[in-house]
C-alpha cells in the first residue's frame, strides 16, 4: 500500500508539470505543432534516463525513490519516457526486432486506435 500512494504522489505531480509545460509551452509559442507535448515527451525521457542512471549506479536512489520518480512523476508526466526506456533496454539487449516491432506498432496502432475510439463515439 505505501508503494502504491508513493507512486500515486509521483503521477499526480508529473501530472500537473505536464499540464503546466504544455500551457506555459502554448502561450509562449502558439502553433498547430504540438509543441508542448512533444518537449514534454523529450524533456521526460531526459529525466528517466536521469533517474535510471541515479538507480543503477548503487545506492543513490532507494526503492522508494525509484518508485516515486520513474514510475510516479515520469509516469503521470509523461509515458513516452517509459516507452522510450523500454526501447533502450531493448536495443542494449540487441533485440533490434522487438525494438522496431514496439516503436512502429505503438505510434501505427496507437494513432488508429485514437481514430478507431473517435469513429466509434461518432457513429453512436
Not at 519516457?81 to 516491432?101: Q, R, T
Request: proline share 2%.
Amino acid at each position: 500500500m505505501k508503494t502504491l500512494l508513493i507512486i500515486a504522489l509521483g503521477g499526480a505531480l508529473g501530472s500537473v508539470a505536464r499540464y503546466g509545460a504544455q500551457m506555459y509551452v502554448l502561450k509562449a509559442h502558439p502553433t498547430l505543432f504540438p509543441m508542448g507535448t512533444f518537449l514534454v515527451n523529450i524533456s521526460g525521457c531526459l529525466l528517466i534516463g536521469i533517474f535510471y542512471a541515479l538507480a543503477e549506479r548503487g545506492n543513490l536512489l532507494t526503492p522508494e525513490w525509484r518508485f516515486f520518480l520513474i514510475t510516479g512523476l515520469c509516469g503521470g508526466y509523461t509515458t513516452f519516457s517509459s516507452f522510450a526506456l523500454e526501447n533502450m533496454h531493448l536495443m542494449k539487449a540487441g533485440d533490434f526486432l522487438y525494438v522496431g516491432l514496439n516503436a512502429a506498432g505503438s505510434v501505427v496502432l496507437g494513432i488508429a486506435a485514437v481514430y478507431l475510439g473517435t469513429f466509434i463515439i461518432k457513429t453512436l
